[in-house]
């Protein structure tokens, strides 16, 4: 009974003693007080401003475009950073809300003043002190800049993208008189009527013609708050009136149709009262919902309210036209849908190649014989690899944009299932059982191993960073996997590779073969005798400044030689005077005789001797095996016994099991070209069918893969950004001396709005980045030309970002990123001192991009640094960009703070318990 | 009371029945020993950690990590210059679906060992709530670490870390010794708040604590854990084994029981850790030998010690506190301060402060039997 008590009493000492949540209780709440004049007019001046019409702007055409060249994919209204400056609270979890709060309602009072719920209260606002201390926020114009920073998305697309802040503050501004007085919100139709937002909760989003938005954005939903403006008071004098036209009935009679007056004009002001008919069953029979009060009005109708007046003609038929809502969109041009094939597959057993599409997310079937496509499927978002289970009934197709993987019954032809995997699933593969499948998440770094017949997700493995490829061999005993990124073995510490080795029969890690100065190690393959397998890589100089280009060893590019006993050779396929940029995949003839090897970056394919490789490196000395060959250009001679040129960047590449023939994906010609394995010449090119025009987007896609652009077709830009990404290395670029100013590579994903660019921050636009400084200090070629700068900006502005795996909006925060927003948020240590503002994490890290693009020193800069100021870095999807810090110094982002920084420079985090910096990470994840 | 002295005197002769075969019935005693130490190839003597995965033996060290082959005996280990990011292994734990080897490292934080490489989660480097680790346990898809200042859980999937402390468990001291998985439970031994169990279904604690809140004495025998000052706990068959320094005890689910060894076979009462077999069978590992609970339900003890003077060894079979039977054998442990214990089909690994010990079970049995009075004087060196 005493422990009854006690644990009573601990609940409601617990539940007193817990600060109350604020949540967002929408514009209108406040609204019901700061009305009237002697209130200044907040609420009307709120909603007359472009603020109140935010989230209604995101259905605009032009917003399409905008989400673009963003890095999005998604809808606009949907997008999260969209909403960072297009609504309220859009970093608070659906908890955060009261059932008052409408999204719909754009950027509202607590956009700026914070979730008012302990604040809104009279008693309570009534006293400033106690108002802030309730959460009531009084922002500066540096707040506004959190969004009204120019932004390279909206000045690409819009006539008038930026805003001057001091005089847009100006007119926003909304003073409170003194003496306030609240003056009460003018009582609205009532009755049947149901409020404008009632319709919108249906007549929303493109398949109603985005109607609500319409209306938000149009006269008739500030008809009420125009009432409040000075030409209003000075013309309703005609009318007679003369106290507040907010509040006379004359006024409202034509200016506040609705369930609220506040909504103006509302939807029932033409359509009649909603209450008998908005239901969705009788507005889906439009004979019963006029029978149950729909009014369908006529332009007739508009005069009850609209006359001409002085000076002023009202035009009912132009007006018509601007108000015009109908439910069906006007047609929208659709941009060309190019195929981008990738990998491929034989189906066992058949004479059909697979070909796996990114770009139109499916899978393209071509007949071998007939050269000829003959299917395509569908799959889900980017389509990266496929594979088959030995018996060629089933495919597996890897959806890199949505995590998963489409199991196909190709016979059928038809997704019969889709498997939900890790980050960024790329290679595929089942064993020679066909017991497990194999699937490697590039972005997590780590293996999903299913059942391949119950499709039941049976196990996860370590892989090495970014994997890439797999590999099974002849024997079946193991599979092999590449990865694209290095090991994370420390601040400027030469690069090491891992392929992971798996042992088939148990679905175990066995070995990991460390490759010694490699990176973005691709594609593999076993040669049929079992001896070895082959694996592309490159060799990124990354510790000597990149203007090396001109000595040829910058980037190399060739092959890892894995040996079955746990050895491995490196050998390059460039030569002295032409590079082999970005070798992407190999495969072997089935009698071992050649191996044949993609470069992406120069359009060709390498044919190798497999035995004058082997014999070269057998002949060789073991110093020379570990130090001269695998840096020597002039060794490809030896053993690359022909160059085939195909089409723009080709990727994948399979032979045919009868050895006739190979298949190359030319990604960025949507095509496969045949390589006729008796004459090594590319004999037939197939069509996938894409679009035979080249946009300014897929011009600037090509010129990103090709290594044209770098001093002897070295390197393209997709070699230090595989996909737009990065290869997580830390480089030295300028030729100040070996190891000054190193600096972290950052990713493309999302890079249009996050200007400057570089470390420094001294870089204002993309165009300066990637015309001369590109030149000066990484290609050492002549620049990109005008059109194909802006054809290559265009494209890195539209390389598209992963959706966050952290969180979804509309879900719920975890209890640790619930608890690691408000750190991120806090403005008082946990010892009680005050954060000055710029030691918060939100002051420099704002939504939605989570950052304020300015340079910041944050206690960072290393004795060969030749600057302490760095660019604030955005945070979105932080977690998949390791490492971190201006010179990637931070192994993890753990580290950032545990670290790098010992005293408060870096935000105030050094008294935060470890639990609180756990649950920070967990919140920044999110991001 | 008639019912109750007519049901009393029934059951007289049943008890004595059951107790006279019961007193011939005897417990498997482990007399082929193979030791290993530095000479071996370990790369030190004292030994903190065991784990056994098939043919294969991990051994934690004070020095680094020791594998050893069980077919051939031999030994590979690593130490930090061949990339073990700290020497000392305190626990070890595999991964039963990836066989990855997770390690604790006193001072070093969490290690994962996955065909030949070394991953490190560190207090500066991840949500590792301390570098003191003293114990892992893979529980599905999570590692749980128990370190000197709470213990920390890892979510292999997400990379999320959760740090148990007197903040969101009922801790009320947070230097955790042990920790183990199995059967969906998760459970802590904690330095001063006994045994701590997490249950993976509801996601809730329990808290196992010694209800007289006595620290030097038991004063009420069997009415909970022995003391709050734990070591180890296992949970298998659905029964809870704990060690601590002052006892060892049993908990069924409904029923208490305390061991001592005043009253049992049990060599000390120090214990430093323990490996339960079954809900009938435990061993521990105490500062003045091997103690193993053959038989739980009839008290059956077998202590193995080493004469540190003669350099031989011996078991002493007891039951309650009667001794049923001694068996000389010349090599058994390398030393009587134990540390670290696994049991693995019919063999027995034991680490000591001076080497590993591992026990042959040729003809194991479960619980008690009758057989032969042993006379086996194991002088074997094989190692």
Redesign the interface.
């Given at each position: 009974m005493k422990r009854g008590i006690c644990a009573v009493a601990f609940i409601a000492f617990a539940l007193l003693a817990a600060p109350p949540k604020p949540v967002y209780v929408g514009s209108k709440a406040c609204g019901a007080c700061h009305n009237g004049r002697s209130m200044g007019h907040q609420y009307s001046k709120w909603l007359l401003s472009k603020h109140a019409q935010g989230y209604a702007a995101l259905s605009k055409p032009e917003s399409r475009e905008i989400v673009k060249v963003s890095g999005l994919r998604g809808d606009p209204w949907k997008e999260p950073i969209c909403l960072g400056c297009h609504s309220t609270g859009a970093s608070a979890d659906e908890r955060d809300f009261d059932e008052t709060f409408r999204v719909e309602d754009g950027l509202q009072c607590e956009a700026c003043h914070g979730p008012g719920s302990e604040y809104m209260g009279e008693d309570v606002m009534k006293n400033r002190e106690a108002a802030i201390q309730a959460g009531l926020k009084l922002p500066k114009e540096d707040h506004c800049l959190g969004c009204h920073i120019e932004k390279g998305s909206h000045t690409a697309v819009l006539k008038n993208p930026t805003v001057d802040i001091a005089k847009a503050i100006k007119e926003i501004a909304h003073p409170l008189p003194k003496p306030a007085k609240s003056t009460p919100l003018p009582d609205g139709r009532g009755g049947k009527y149901i409020g404008s937002a009632a319709c919108g909760k249906c007549h929303n989003g493109p398949g109603h013609g985005h109607q609500y938005d319409v209306w938000r954005r149009g006269p008739h939903a500030r008809a009420w708050a125009v009432l409040a403006t000075p030409a209003a008071k000075a013309s309703v004098a005609r009318y007679n009136v003369t106290g507040d036209p907010q509040q006379a009935v004359v006024c409202l009679d034509c200016h506040a149709v609705g369930a609220t007056a506040d909504e103006g004009i509302g939807c029932e002001a033409c359509h009649g009262p909603g209450k008998d008919y908005a239901t969705e069953a009788v507005m889906k029979d439009r004979a019963a919902a006029q029978k149950a009060g729909l009014r369908i009005p006529a332009r007739t109708a508009c005069s009850h309210c609209h006359k001409d007046s002085p000076g002023k003609t009202f035009d009912a038929s132009e007006k018509w036209t601007t108000i015009a809502h109908p439910t069906k969109l006007p047609p929208v041009a659709e941009a060309p849908r190019y195929k981008t094939p990738l990998n491929m597959a034989m189906r066992p057993g058949s004479r059909e190649l697979w070909v796996a599409l990114e770009a139109s997310d499916a899978v393209s079937i071509v007949d071998t014989a007939a050269r000829a496509v003959i299917a395509e499927i569908h799959t889900g978002e980017a389509a990266t690899d496929v594979t088959f289970t030995p018996d060629g009934k089933r495919a597996f197709v890897s959806n890199r944009q949505e995590d998963s993987v489409s199991v196909i019954d190709a016979d059928q032809r038809k997704v019969t299932a889709t498997l939900k995997v890790g980050d960024e699933p790329h290679g595929v593969l089942t064993d020679k059982a066909g017991r497990f499948l194999y699937v490697l998440n590039t972005a997590s770094s780590d293996i999903h191993v299913f059942d391949a017949s119950s499709l039941q997700f049976?196990?996860?493995?370590?892989a090495g960073r970014g994997p890439w490829s797999l590999a099974l061999s002849p024997d079946g005993a193991s599979i092999l996997a590449t990865s694209t990124h290095g090991n994370l073995n420390g601040f400027r510490k030469p690069l090491v590779s891992?392929v992971?080795?798996i042992d088939a029969s148990?679905a175990?890690?066995?070995?990991?073969r460390m490759i010694h100065g490699a990176n973005l190690m691709m594609g593999v393959a076993w040669h049929p005798s079992g001896e070895y397998a082959l694996a592309t890589l490159n060799r990124t100089k990354n510790l000597v400044p990149m203007t090396r280009l001109m000595q040829g060893w910058t980037i190399t590019n060739g092959l890892a030689v894995l040996w079955k006993d746990g050895t491995v050779d490196e050998v390059l396929l460039d030569q002295p005077g032409l590079g082999f940029a970005d070798a992407t995949d190999v495969a072997i003839t089935p009698d071992g005789r050649y191996a044949l090897v993609t470069s992406s970056g120069n359009d060709c394919v390498a044919v190798v001797d497999c035995a004058k490789l082997t014999r070269l490196l057998k002949s060789a000395s073991k110093l020379e095996r570990e130090t001269v060959i695998p840096n020597h250009l002039g060794k490809s001679a030896d053993f690359v016994v022909k160059t085939i040129p195909v089409k723009n960047s080709p990727r994948g590449i399979v032979v045919a099991s009868d050895g006739s023939a190979a298949y190359v994906a030319n990604s960025i010609s949507d095509s496969v070209s045949v390589i006729d394995l008796h004459a090594l010449e590319a004999s037939a090119r197939i069509d996938l069918g894409g679009p035979k025009q080249e946009t300014k987007q897929r011009y600037g896609e090509r010129l990103f893969h090709s290594a044209k652009i770098s001093f002897r077709r070295q390197f393209a830009c997709h070699s230090c950004h595989p996909d737009g990404h990065v290869d997580g290395i830390t480089y030295d670029i300028e030729s100040d001396g070996i190891g000054v100013s190193p600096v972290d590579n950052r990713t493309l994903r999302g890079i249009l709005d996050t200007a400057p660019f570089k470390w420094e921050g001294t870089n204002p636009t993309l165009k300066r980045q990637c015309g001369a400084r590109l030149s000066i200090f990484f290609t050492r070629n002549l620049p990109f030309s005008e059109q194909e700068l802006d054809a290559l900006d265009y494209y890195i502005t539209t390389i598209p970002r992963p959706p966050n795996r952290?969180f979804t909006p509309g879900t719920k925060y975890?209890p640790?990123q619930r608890r690691g927003k408000i750190i991120f948020e806090r403005t008082v240590t946990n010892d009680g001192r005050q954060i000055p503002p710029e030691g918060r994490c939100v002051y420099c890290h704002m939504p939605p991009y989570y950052t304020s693009r300015k340079v910041f020193d944050v206690g960072t800069q290393q004795a060969l640094d030749r600057t302490g100021k760095f660019d604030v870095p955005h945070l979105n999807n932080i977690?998949d960009s390791a490492p971190y810090l201006h010179n990637g110094m931070a192994?993890?982002l753990?580290?950032i703070w545990?670290?790098h920084n010992p005293y408060d420079k870096h935000g105030f985090t050094n008294d935060l318990t470890?639990?609180q910096?756990?649950d920070l990470?967990?919140y920044i994840?999110t991001l | 009371m008639k019912f109750l002295t007519t049901t009393a005197l029934l059951l007289i002769p049943a008890v004595a029945c059951a107790q006279a075969p019961a007193a011939k019935k005897l417990p498997y005693v482990y007399t082929k020993w193979k030791q290993f130490t530095k000479a071996d190839g370990l790369p030190n003597d004292h030994i903190f950690a065991v784990k056994s995965d098939g043919d294969r033996l991990w051994v934690g060290t004070e020095g680094g990590l020791a594998l050893i082959d069980k077919k051939t005996g031999k030994v590979k280990s690593w130490t930090e210059k061949d990339g073990l990011p700290f020497r000392v292994v305190t626990g070890i734990d595999i991964d039963p679906?990836?066989?990855?080897v997770w390690l604790a490292l006193f001072g070093g934080g969490l290690a994962?060992f996955?065909?030949?490489?070394f991953?490190h989660w560190h207090?500066?480097?991840?949500?590792l709530?301390?570098d003191v680790v003293y114990g892992v346990a893979v529980e599905n898809?999570n590692v749980w670490a128990a370190t000197t200042?709470g213990a920390s859980r890892m979510n292999?999937?997400?990379?999320?870390?959760?740090?148990f402390?007197e903040?969101n468990a009922p801790m009320e001291e947070i230097w955790n010794y042990g920790v183990h998985y199995r059967d969906g439970k998760v459970h802590l031994a904690v330095w001063g708040s006994g045994v701590l169990e997490y249950d993976i279904a509801t996601e809730r604690w329990k808290d196992y604590l010694d209800p007289d809140a006595e620290m030097e004495i038991d004063l009420y025998r069997d009415d909970g854990i022995v003391h709050v000052i734990t070591t180890g706990a296992n949970y298998v068959d659905k029964v809870l084994w704990v060690s601590t320094y002052f006892g060892v005890c049993r908990y069924d689910g409904r029923n208490w029981r305390a061991f001592y060894n005043m009253d049992s076979g049990i060599p000390s009462d120090f214990n430093n850790n323990l490996r339960a077999r079954s809900g009938n069978e435990a061993w521990f590992a105490t500062d003045k030998g091997l103690g193993g609970i053959m038989d739980a339900a009839t008290n059956t003890w077998v202590a193995y010690t080493r004469d540190p003077k003669s350099n031989t060894g011996k078991a002493i079979v007891s039951r309650d506190k009667t001794v049923l039977e001694t068996v000389e054998m010349g090599l058994n442990l390398p030393h009587n301060y134990i540390i670290a214990i696994d049991t693995d089909g019919n063999d027995i690994f034991v680490g000591t402060a001076k080497g590993l010990a591992w026990g042959i079970g040729d003809g194991y049995y479960a619980g008690v039997k009758e057989r032969p009075r042993i006379i086996t004087e194991n002088r074997s060196k094989a190692k």
């Open positions: 049976v196990k996860k493995l370590a891992e992971t080795v148990r175990t890690v066995a070995a990991r952290y975890t640790a977690y192994m993890t753990e580290e545990t670290v470890k639990d910096l756990n990470i967990e994840k | 679906k990836t066989g990855d994962r996955s065909a030949g490489r991953d207090q500066l480097n991840s949500g709530v301390n898809n200042a292999m999937v997400t990379g999320e870390w959760t740090i402390t903040k």
